[in-house]
Nanobody, 128 residues
Framework: QVQLAESGGGSVQAGGSLRLSCAASKHTYSTYYMGWFRQAPGKEREGIAIIDHDGKSTYTDSMTGRFTISLDNAKNTLYLEMNSLKPEDAAMYYC??????????????????????WGKGTLVTISS
């Protein structure tokens, strides 16, 4: 079992930056994925990036370049650095975890609902 709690959302001007955090409860699994996903009103949840227990990260193609995922194992905290934000980046941002994942991270980015554990999300709004 993993509890996840996102923070760091808010309102930012287009072109600005924001860093999201996700505090995770401790667990004993040695193999896991942690990732960031987002969902805009009226749209499906989409994957942004996943990082694994070894620190290897995978990004959805459209998210490469402006988003950076990182994991601080000592603090059990996942981060998402977002730069050059655009109005279309406005969404609820969620972190999620998958323990002992049977599939590769690219698959989970395309199938967000398969991630087992989710936070409640943090809202990001973009002003132009």
């Amino acid at each position: 079992q993993v509890q996840l709690a996102e923070s760091g959302g808010g309102s930012v001007q287009a072109g600005g930056s924001l860093r999201l955090s996700c505090a995770a409860s401790k667990h004993t699994y040695s193999t896991y994925y942690m990732g960031w996903f987002r969902q805009a009103p009226g749209k499906e949840r989409e994957g942004i990036a996943i990082i694994d227990h070894d620190g290897k990260s995978t990004y959805t193609d459209s998210m490469t370049g402006r988003f950076t995922i990182s994991l601080d194992n000592a603090k059990n905290t996942l981060y998402l650095e977002m730069n050059s934000l655009k109005p279309e980046d406005a969404a609820m941002y969620y972190c999620a975890a998958e323990l002992n994942p049977p599939y590769d991270s690219t698959w989970y980015l395309s199938h967000p609902v398969a991630m087992d554990y989710w936070g409640k999300g943090t809202l990001v709004t973009i002003s132009s």
